[in-house]
């Protein structure tokens, strides 16, 4: 790997990391002010918000310029978000603003590594990336836990400045206060990224009709339609698994934010040894053998309402996240190649993002309704499982057309091809 990708990799961390952090005091602070339980399910959509809305631009942007000083100005986006929170503006809002500067950054990290790398370390770069950041997952949400704690929060709380006082007084605000240096940290990181030397793209004069020219082209690939349709159905399930072990850690085992967040960090740990594996032993030709695993994972989740033990979660936890990271890379790596040769780096991740996080949306505003219409944590996460493993099986049943129409049409060339050999 060059010496570039290091730096890339290290900004992610800990933008990544922040953003985990930021999740856990974002419910803790809705929490502590008595927000009803919908407001606290609908973090993970307002997130996902602007990467839906701004789609059409974040891509063309990302092209247009270097993608370290793209990175620079989205960190500094999530700074103002942090910012809005700590000073008084409703979380939901605030969070919105943090997945404004995500949304940017996201084609960015991802379009730069197919300037930097040939696509034969496509799959090993995208089992970095993942594992990286499934790593900053999990030790965000255990930042966050900590920092929303009480012998943490109560230790930042004391300190004294003796110049100024400030207004923070909970333990959310606290540690919102805490990660902001973490995203200047981010932030100096990703002004050490060097120029890859690839030409920047022009941004079009209508970029509405550009990225649904770039969208529409994806989805009529044969291969890129279902390595699209897989991660994001995945996505969507792992962006809102966040909370959905949250919600079920309070139902089922009565846990705190704080016991509940190691909880979240054990599901990303399997998900990091999915990541790890699937880069070691999956090549880019065989991607779309894993998609029965997809199915699994909405299973699975239905099957967490049935465990009401810590010690038979741990290992269930693991195993569904890992079935997700081994599902995820060889499908991304294959999307990314495809988006690439199709229309260019950031435009595909931004094609990608913008379907991924609809996806986080929908399944989102779905749990968050189902709350709200007053069904039970149990209740709402078997329905989101159904709707997981249901759609899952519709996709596989669409490659496996897919491959027969191929095959038919193969098979129809060769017999004309045999057939013009006889007659000649």
């Not at 979380?91 to 949304?103: N, Q, W």
């Not at 009480?150 to 207004?167: G, K, M, N, Q």
């Not at 989740?301 to 990271?325: E, H, K, Q, S, Y």
């Not at 596989?396 to 193969?410: D, E, S």
Request: with cysteine.
């Amino acid at each position: 790997m060059k010496r570039g990708f290091f730096t890339i990799m290290s900004a992610q961390f800990f933008s990544s990391l922040a953003d985990n952090a930021l999740f856990v005091g974002a419910v803790q602070l809705l929490r502590s002010s008595g927000a009803p339980e919908w407001q606290q399910a609908a973090l993970v959509p307002m997130f996902a918000l602007f990467y839906v809305v701004l789609a059409p631009f974040v891509g063309a942007f990302a092209d247009s310029r270097p993608k370290g000083q793209v990175m620079l100005i989205s960190n500094t986006i999530k700074i103002v978000g942090c910012l809005m929170m700590l000073f008084g503006t409703h979380p939901l809002m605030a969070y919105a603003i943090v997945g404004l500067g995500a949304a940017a950054y996201s084609p960015a990290k991802y379009g730069i590594l197919t300037e930097l790398l040939p696509a034969s370390q496509l799959v090993k770069a995208n089992g970095w990336i993942e594992g990286l950041t499934i790593a900053s997952i999990i030790l965000g949400v255990l930042l966050g836990g900590q920092l929303v704690g009480h012998s943490v929060s109560t230790a930042l709380l004391s300190v004294d400045f003796p110049i100024f006082t400030t207004s923070i007084d909970t333990a959310p605000e606290a540690a919102i206060s805490v990660l902001i240096f973490v995203y200047l940290l981010a932030a100096w990181f990703n002004s050490r990224i060097p120029h890859t030397g690839v030409a920047m793209r022009k941004m079009e004069v209508n970029l509405i009709s550009d990225f649904l020219s770039c969208n529409s082209r994806l989805w009529r690939d044969r291969l890129g339609q279902i390595s699209l349709a897989t991660t994001t159905l995945f996505w969507g399930v792992s962006g809102n698994l966040r909370f959905i072990v949250l919600a079920w850690a309070s139902a089922a085992l009565g846990y705190s934010v704080t016991q509940a967040s190691s909880l979240v960090g054990i599901v990303a740990i399997g998900t990091a040894v999915g990541a790890v594996v699937a880069s070691m032993r999956m090549k880019l030709e065989n991607a779309t053998r894993v998609m029965p695993l997809g199915i699994a994972m909405g299973l699975l989740v239905i099957l967490l309402n049935f465990i009401t033990d810590v010690w038979l979660a741990a290992p269930f936890l693991i195993l569904l996240g890992g079935l997700g990271g081994f599902l995820v890379v060889p499908m991304n790596a294959l999307l990314q190649h495809r988006g690439h040769n199709l229309m260019g780096a950031g435009r595909s991740i931004a094609v990608q993002n913008f379907n991924e996080q609809a996806c986080i949306l929908l399944l989102g505003g779905f749990y968050s309704l189902s709350t709200g219409l007053g069904l039970s944590p149990f209740g709402a996460i078997t329905a989101f499982g159904v709707v997981v493993a249901g759609f899952m099986w519709l996709i596989q049943r669409w490659h496996a057309h897919n491959c027969i129409h191929h095959k038919a049409v193969v098979d129809h060339l060769l017999s004309i091809a045999r057939n013009d050999t006889s007659h000649g």
